[in-house]
């Protein structure tokens, strides 16, 4: 790449954090706070100091999103801020293209890692509970008792593990002569971008309450 001062080709910004798992009702400010700092302010952050660096270059910019930044399901903090991740890299990259950059997406459906297991995300989601009110509570731990508890398990243990698919797609994003604005991996996440997201709303609202039973 030469020296710094001819600027940097990539710039990656591969922070994500999962968050709690609870109806709206019984999530805090402070739950939504943390994920929204890592996986979008952080990476704004990021981005706007590097941009001179990147432009420089005349290089590329690769975001991690996920499917869930294009339909909003289960993992709320989350999806809201994926769906902030989708929108500042749409606007970035209309503003950067004419400087020569690329801004690309990776949107991964789910994949197995050592991060985060069902049962993490359960105690999560017990630990949001635990700090509402006596109504929201039963109504809440009916679900994690019952549905919500079978429900994450199967998401979790079903998981892709084929996380070389996910770095396929940072390697191209990165080398190839023409990148692709967005990277759409694995068969979950082709089903939802390229079927329920083209549904209308109560089809696809149907769709997530029949596979989930927890709303």
Same mark, same amino acid.
């Given at each position: 790449?030469?020296?710094?001062?001819?600027?940097?080709?990539?710039?990656?910004?591969?922070?994500?954090?999962?968050?709690?798992?609870?109806?709206?009702?019984?999530?805090?400010?402070?739950?939504?706070?943390?994920?929204?700092?890592?996986?979008?302010?952080?990476?704004?952050?990021? #981005?706007?100091?590097?941009? %001179? /660096?990147?432009?420089?270059?005349?290089?590329?910019i690769v $975001?991690? =999103? @996920?499917?869930? +930044?294009?339909l909003g399901?289960?993992?709320?903090?989350?999806?809201?801020?994926?769906?902030?991740?989708?929108?500042?890299?749409?606007?970035?990259?209309?503003?950067?293209?004419?400087?020569?950059?690329?801004?690309?997406?990776?949107?991964?459906?789910?994949?197995?890692?050592?991060?985060v297991g069902?049962?993490?995300?359960?105690?999560?989601?017990?630990?949001?509970?635990?700090?509402?009110?006596?109504?929201?509570?039963?109504?809440?731990? #009916?679900?994690?008792?019952? %549905? /919500?508890?079978?429900?994450?398990?199967?998401?979790?243990? $079903?998981? =892709? @593990?084929?996380? +070389?698919?996910?770095?396929?797609?940072?390697?191209?994003?990165?080398?190839?002569?023409?990148?692709?604005?967005?990277?759409?991996?694995?068969?979950?996440?082709?089903?939802?971008?390229?079927?329920?997201?083209?549904?209308?709303?109560?089809?696809?609202?149907?769709?997530?309450?029949?596979?989930?039973?927890?709303?």
């Open positions: 790449m030469g020296d710094i001062g001819d600027g940097i080709w990539a710039l990656v910004n591969n922070a994500s954090a999962l968050g709690s798992i609870a109806h709206a009702d019984a999530l805090t400010k402070d739950d939504f706070e943390r994920v929204l700092d890592v996986n979008l302010l952080g990476m704004v952050d990021t #981005t706007r100091a590097f941009l %001179p /660096l990147v432009r420089k270059a005349r290089g590329r $975001n991690i =999103s @996920s499917v869930n +930044g294009r399901f289960l993992f709320t903090p989350f999806s809201v801020s994926k769906f902030g991740v989708e929108a500042f890299s749409d606007v970035l990259r209309q503003e950067v293209y004419r400087q020569g950059i690329n801004v690309s997406i990776i949107e991964p459906g789910s994949v197995q890692t050592s991060e069902a049962e993490s995300v359960l105690h999560r989601a017990q630990e949001a509970t635990g700090k509402s009110d006596s109504e929201t509570k039963v109504r809440h731990n #009916t679900h994690i008792a019952g %549905p /919500l508890k079978h429900r994450l398990f199967y998401f979790f243990e $079903n998981r =892709s @593990s084929n996380v +070389g698919s996910v770095i396929d797609a940072y390697t191209h994003a990165i080398t190839a002569q023409v990148p692709r604005t967005r990277y759409v991996i694995g068969w979950d996440a082709k089903f939802i971008t390229q079927s329920l997201c083209h549904l209308p709303d109560f089809l696809t609202d149907a769709v997530i309450r029949a596979s989930m039973r927890t709303f």
